[in-house]
């Protein structure tokens, strides 16, 4: 597939991002830098961004579900769908497919209805299955070569934003879901 970047999205894409019903992101790499702060305990400690949590916050706003899928496991990444109103957590998942097609069949969407934010190997399945398959711009080459839109800003650093507007911005719902 073609990549491309925010700045200069073609029409196809913008079509495509239009009919996204459902937006799944990956943890680690994507909602986070990837760094992970272990406590000395059992916690681990998680630094989210607070403008993709905004953003995700407008697409469910805009009728848009929202859903984690994380091969990991951890308590921050509850509290934070807690607050982000995310009810579709699946974490430490072995097989991120098999829990996609659970959404599927849950919500009755299509692929072509599906965007994915991933950065790493274990998302490639995933990115080559759904209609908007997405990476942040510090993502391996693996992922970046599924992907048809990369964003400008590294995991954790904004790109689920750019990932929420987008879609937003291609269905109309922009003006109304960020209050304009």
Known sequence: MAKQHSSNIPARI?????????????????????????DGGTDE????????????????KAGVKVAIITGRRSRAVDRRAKELGITEVC????S??????????????????????????????LLKRVGLPAT???A???AKEAALFITRSDGGRG??????????????????????
Request: glycine share 10%; aromatic share 6%.
């Open 96 to 125: 991120k497919l098999v829990s996609y097609e659970k959404l599927l069949a849950k919500f009755g969407f299509e692929d072509k209805e599906v965007a994915f934010i991933g950065d790493d190997v274990t998302d490639v399945p």
């Open 91 to 94: 974490q430490n998942c072995r």
């Open 45 to 60: 400690l998680k630094v989210f961004h607070v403008r993709d949590g905004h953003g995700l916050v407008m697409l469910r």
């Open 140 to 142: 391996v080459e693996e």
């Open 159 to 180: 790109a689920v934003r750019e990932v929420c507007d987008l879609v937003l911005k291609a269905s109309g719902k922009w003006s109304e879901a960020a209050g304009l």
């Open 136 to 138: 942040v711009a510090d």
């Open 14 to 38: 913008v079509k495509i991002a239009g009919n996204i019903k459902l937006l799944i992101l990956d943890v680690d790499g994507v909602l986070t830098d990837g760094g992970i702060i272990l």
